[in-house]
């Protein structure tokens, strides 16, 4: 019975720190991409210019979301042009790809829970790229879905003002679903990791 509450208290202070260490480390990434969108746009508070000119990685990121999303407005039989940060289809609508569509804050919580959580590198580094690969090819489709049901839909412009809300939603839950199979089938409960390492310190 006291080894029990025993096992409980120790499982209940694991599962404290790793929420301790998932919001620290959640709040330092993005807090931290925030701060570095400051110095890398002009204008921003922090701006710094060479900063800015060689390690933006934030622009970096909305080329990559544009050009692929670009790509997919066209294949549906659609013109488009863009440039570093805006994607205009012709007949259709002018979309602008700010910080907020970037998905970082999504990034931020995924890297903050694969580093807290207690697991085995590997596992980790595989569920790392997977969950990034995941979220920028749905936002790349969000982009592109965005510019063609635009298109088609002019008269609804109106309802798709919270696509942002719903894009965020849906990669959450899609989130939330990998990191359970993910936990279940690379972790041990708490309590028995705990107990194990009881019996390692007493052998």
């Known amino acids: 019975m006291e080894q029990n509450l025993n096992d409980k208290k120790k499982a209940n202070r694991a599962a404290i720190i790793f929420v301790v260490k998932l919001l620290v480390l959640y709040l330092l990434f993005s807090q931290g991409n925030l701060f570095m969108n400051s110095v890398m746009s002009e204008g921003g508070k922090f701006y710094n210019e060479y900063i800015a000119q060689n390690f933006n990685y934030t622009q970096g990121l909305k080329y990559a979301l544009i050009k692929p999303a670009v790509w997919l407005i066209k294949l549906f039989g659609f013109y488009a042009i863009h440039n570093e940060m805006d994607v205009m ?10 910080y907020s569509c970037l998905g970082l804050g999504v990034m931020s919580f995924l ?45 609804q412009r109106r309802n798709f003002t919270y696509h942002h809300e719903i894009f965020n939603i849906i990669v959450y839950i899609l ?29």
Not at 131 to 147: E, K, P, S
């Open 175 to 203: 989130i939330f679903i990998v990191l359970y199979f993910w936990i279940k089938k690379n972790t041990t409960p708490i309590v028995k990791q705990v107990s194990d390492s009881d019996i390692e310190k007493r052998n």
């Open 111 to 155: 890297a903050a829970f694969i580093m807290a959580f207690p697991a085995k590198l590997k596992p980790k580094i595989r569920l790392f790229i997977f969950g990034m690969i995941m979220i920028y090819v749905l936002n790349v489709f969000r982009i592109a879905g965005l510019g063609i049901l635009l298109r088609i839909f002019k008269s």
């Open 89 to 98: 289809v012709v007949n259709g609508p002018y979309l602008r790809v700010n």
